[in-house]
């Protein structure tokens, strides 16, 4: 059986005091004897002091501990909620961290005391969230300076918590994946079957797992037209398939096989030649003369063979003039990007350079790049002068 805690702020209780005080957590504790605990929170937060207690203590706690953040978890609440085994947010709940606070006055060293104070109360609560979340110092750290509130979704993400409860029935990752893929052409079914045969049970309670099925899926199906995916250059333009060119094979006019290829007869640059119904191979047979070395092709087209045998030539030069000009295309759109970038001025590039980089202890992401620390920085006023003017030369 598990034993239920509530810290539920109150009209005039907070973390740290009444209920909701590590006292008062420590007595309930006791009174669970070991049963696994459910702590359901809604709070705004309070004494960061009491919020450290409350967290050693469910950290110390025999039994499974299991936060459940039901509306709130701010600040010291937050502390708080990181003590589960488990931490469970409702869709509906919000997150948020920042600085400690301390209301006091004094004169300049007495407040220069508080000063200090904080900023090691700050290194411990940002401790807390590292462990949880295994984020690093200067992420934590700027997530708590600049006062942040996530959603279920954003706290899930960041690591903050282990599940989101949307309250929704149980979904079947594997009804999501046939679904997907039904009308996708028959090799990748296989190739995903496969994958899902190995699997003993997909219908998991990862919530997580089952949010991304579709983007996964994406990038499977990407994955598979790189590997699976060709394309065939005829004398009618090009035609995409998965897998190899054999009777019954799906043709396609487009890259993502969206568009089957049109009702014709079709002769490939290798002189096979088949024909197309309704978006399928049929009688694909090769043409033995269309192969013939044909360098000499103006003056002996003909050769003494059959008007029929002639035309198969034409259809075969045709497709490999395509598959020539496919070539071309691509290596004038390689040179055009080339050129591109052979063009870019000295500014652009170093507005390149700037845009991907973000200093030490910048806010413009979480996970910031860092510079180590120059061999070589002027400190005086004309030194760095001087070197600003060398750069912009």
């Not at 005080?21 to 309070?46: K, M, R, T, Y």
């Not at 004494?47 to 450290?52: E, G, H, K, L, T």
């Not at 600040?75 to 990181?82: L, T």
């Not at 149980?170 to 190739?191: D, F, G, K, M």
């Amino acid at each position: 059986m598990t034993y239920k805690i509530y810290l539920y702020d109150t009209e005039s209780d907070t973390i740290g005091s009444g209920p909701l005080s590590s006292n008062a957590i420590q007595l309930q504790l006791q009174a669970a004897n070991g049963q696994d605990v459910d702590i359901h929170i809604s709070s705004a937060g309070g004494s960061a002091f009491d919020a450290i207690a409350i967290y050693d203590q469910l950290k110390k706690y025999h039994g499974k501990v299991t936060t459940y953040v039901d509306a709130l978890a701010a600040s010291a609440a937050s502390i708080v909620a990181m003590a589960g085994d488990l931490i469970v947010m409702s869709k509906y709940a919000l997150l948020m961290i920042h600085k400690p606070m301390v209301g006091s006055g004094g004169n300049a060293d007495e407040l220069l005391k508080d000063v200090q104070m904080l900023n090691v109360v700050q290194s411990r609560l940002a401790q807390i969230y590292m462990d949880k979340t295994r984020m690093d110092s200067q992420a934590i750290n700027n997530l708590i300076d600049s006062v942040t509130w996530m959603t279920a979704e954003q706290a899930l993400d960041l690591g903050f918590i282990d599940r989101v409860d949307d309250y929704s029935d149980p979904i079947s990752n594997r009804l999501i994946i046939q679904n997907y893929t039904e009308s996708a052409p028959l090799i990748y079914r296989q190739c995903i079957n496969k994958i899902l045969n190995k699997q003993t049970d997909m219908n998991l309670e990862n919530k997580e797992l089952i949010d991304r099925t579709t983007s996964v899926l994406d990038k499977v199906m990407n994955f598979f037209k790189k590997v699976v995916n060709k394309q065939t250059i005829t004398d009618k333009g090009t035609l995409h398939h998965a897998g190899d060119l054999d009777e019954g094979t799906d043709v396609y006019q487009d890259e993502d096989l969206d568009a089957p290829a049109l009702n014709d007869s079709y002769t490939s640059a290798s002189g096979k030649k088949f024909t197309v119904v309704a978006g399928k191979v049929q009688e694909v047979s090769q043409d033995e003369d269309a192969e013939d070395d044909d360098d000499d092709l103006p003056e002996n087209l003909f050769n003494g063979k059959s008007k029929t045998a002639a035309l198969s030539r034409i259809k075969a030069v045709r497709a490999k003039l395509n598959a020539q000009n496919a070539l071309l295309a691509e290596a004038k759109a390689a040179l055009e990007e080339a050129n591109i970038r052979l063009n870019k001025t000295r500014e652009e590039v170093k507005n390149e350079i700037r845009s991907d980089f973000s200093p030490e202890n910048s806010r413009r992401s979480s996970k910031a790049k860092t510079e180590s620390a120059p061999f070589f920085a002027p400190k005086t006023t004309l030194a760095q002068n001087a070197v600003k003017k060398a750069i912009s030369r």
